[in-house]
Antibody
Framework: EVQLLESGGGLVQPGGSLRLSCAASGFIFSSYAMSWVRQAPGKGLEWVSGITGSGGDTYYADSVKGRFTISRDNSKNTLYLQMNSLRAEDTAVYYC??????????????WGTGTPVTVSS | EIVLTQSPGTLSLSPGESATLSCRASQSVRSRYLAWYQQKPGQAPRLLIYGASSRATGIPDRFSGSGSGTDFTLTISRLEPEDFAVYYCQPYGSSLPLTFGGGSKVEIK
């Protein structure tokens, strides 16, 4: 069974940092692009960042560019999101999502259950 | 970046009725590269449709997608109790970032 399990969320002060992880199982991890998508309380979906299967190319939303870094360890079947200089508007549930293809993120066909991030003093 | 407008914002229907949801893009979507997702309260989104009209694995045939260019539609025929949820459209196949529409909520009347 294909599964994604996020961890690492929590409460952090403005300006702080947090690293999210997403453990993947049930598929050949390196064969698929991966993304992080977030959802602020009561709001819609916002794509945050994506990475190719090899990890060689990364992509970001303008709202997080320069503050967040996506990476993956294909030997550990794990996706990461390093979040620095966090702001109140980064408060959201963060979902890890598997793509249907190996290259540029396109169609997210499997999603994790999400990990909540709260940025507040 | 493609901006998507979904309508209606909320649709109130009874089980057994049909729902028609619209997704309009600010510019033409390449090769009908549009996906639809369903999200129930407290749950992660689930892929329903990709390529504008292809159902994802395990999606029942009461869900159908259509459209091209800038106008796309998700139709849910014979609404089941588990279909009451929020639906999002998302184009792909052009430059990133990926974007989502604002969502359409189908609620029980």
């Amino acid at each position: 069974e294909v599964q994604l399990l996020e961890s690492g969320g929590g409460l952090v002060q403005p300006g702080g940092s947090l690293r999210l992880s997403c453990a993947a199982s049930g598929f050949i991890f390196s064969s698929y692009a991966m993304s992080w998508v977030r959802q602020a309380p009561g709001k819609g979906l916002e794509w945050v960042s994506g990475i190719t299967g090899s990890g060689g190319d990364t992509y970001y939303a303008d709202s997080v560019k320069g503050r967040f870094t996506i990476s993956r360890d294909n030997s550990k079947n794990t996706l990461y999101l390093q979040m620095n200089s966090l702001r109140a508007e980064d408060t959201a549930v963060y979902y890890c999502a598997k793509d249907q293809v190996v290259l540029v993120p396109e169609i997210m066909d499997v999603w994790g259950t999400g990990t909540p991030v709260t940025v507040s003093s | 970046e493609i901006v998507l407008t979904q309508s209606p914002g909320t649709l109130s229907l009874s089980p057994g009725e049909s729902a028609t949801l619209s997704c309009r893009a600010s510019q033409s979507v390449r090769s009908r590269y549009l996906a639809w997702y369903q999200q129930k309260p407290g749950q992660a989104p689930r892929l329903l449709i990709y390529g504008a009209s292809s159902r994802a694995t395990g999606i029942p045939d009461r869900f159908s997608g259509s459209g091209s260019g800038t106008d796309f539609t998700l139709t849910i025929s014979r609404l089941e109790p588990e279909d009451f949820a929020v639906y999002y459209c998302q184009p792909y196949g052009s430059s990133l970032p990926l974007t989502f529409g604002g969502g359409s909520k189908v609620e029980i009347k």
